[in-house]
């Protein structure tokens, strides 16, 4: 007998398989950026930065894209409790960091957006080689301001994705509950 098909939705209990994909695809991805984006900055070669900061930000809005998809994805389904036995501050502060976990990443892929709109010659994006990119500044006015938000928010988001995997490994070794797993493999 073949063992059953992994479920596609959460359910009460575990995340399912969309969650999870999404989950693991929008954390590579944000990794990726914020590498991506140190590397860039301050190491990569100056002649060839601005095909990098291309490169960035077309990553960049597929990952903005993804994030909206992942939300709209969580809207319609249920999502799964934490374990009753954690005391109530846990809980809440868990939920608090997803929250913020999100906020940043709308607000760090935003900001990135506005950064790629105020270079002399604006960056360009076209989604799936169809869809033209719309511009959301059109001055320069602000670019230092803008340049900046986008990186204290990026390392923001970096520091608190460390607290998070932090407190996911300390759910899965000190606690030896099913947090992790049920984020991994579901079940
Ligand atoms: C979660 C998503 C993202 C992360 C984690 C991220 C991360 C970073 C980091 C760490 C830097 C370097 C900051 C510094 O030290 O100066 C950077 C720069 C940059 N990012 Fe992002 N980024 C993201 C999304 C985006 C998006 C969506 C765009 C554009 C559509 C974008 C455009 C840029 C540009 C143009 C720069 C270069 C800024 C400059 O020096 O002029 N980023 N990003
Ligand atoms: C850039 C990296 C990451 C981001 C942005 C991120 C973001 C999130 C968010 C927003 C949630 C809440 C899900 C929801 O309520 O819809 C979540 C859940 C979770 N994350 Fe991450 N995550 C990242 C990396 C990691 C890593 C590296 C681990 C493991 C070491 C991990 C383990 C978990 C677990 C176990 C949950 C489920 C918690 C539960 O079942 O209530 N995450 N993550």
Redesign the pocket.
């Known amino acids: 007998m073949s063992a059953a098909p992994p479920a596609l939705r959460n359910t009460e209990v575990t995340w399912g398989l969309v969650a999870r994909l999404f989950h693991w695809l929008s954390a590579l991805a944000?990794l990726f950026?914020?590498g991506y984006?140190?590397w860039m900055?301050?190491l990569a070669e100056r002649a060839g930065r601005l095909a990098h900061?291309q490169l960035?930000?077309l990553v960049?809005?597929y990952?903005?894209l993804l994030i909206a998809l992942r939300l709209a994805w969580r809207a319609g389904s249920p999502v799964p409790a934490l374990p009753a036995e954690l005391p109530r501050w846990e809980r809440t502060t868990a939920l608090a960091a997803h929250w913020a976990l999100y906020a940043l990443?709308l607000a760090?892929?935003i900001s990135?957006?506005m950064?790629?709109d105020t270079f002399r010659q604006p960056?360009e994006?076209m989604l799936f080689g169809v869809i033209p990119v719309p511009h959301l500044v059109s001055s320069r006015a602000y670019r230092e301001a803008i340049?900046g938000t986008?990186?204290v928010l990026?390392?923001a988001?970096f520091a608190l994705v460390i607290v998070h995997a932090a407190s996911a490994l300390r759910h899965h070794f000190g606690k030896k509950n099913r947090v992790l797993l049920r984020m991994w493999r579901g079940g």
């Open positions: 944000v950026l914020a984006g140190f900055t301050h900061y960035h930000s960049g809005w990952v903005l990443m760090v892929s990135g957006w950064v790629a960056i994006g340049e986008h990186m990026s390392y988001l």
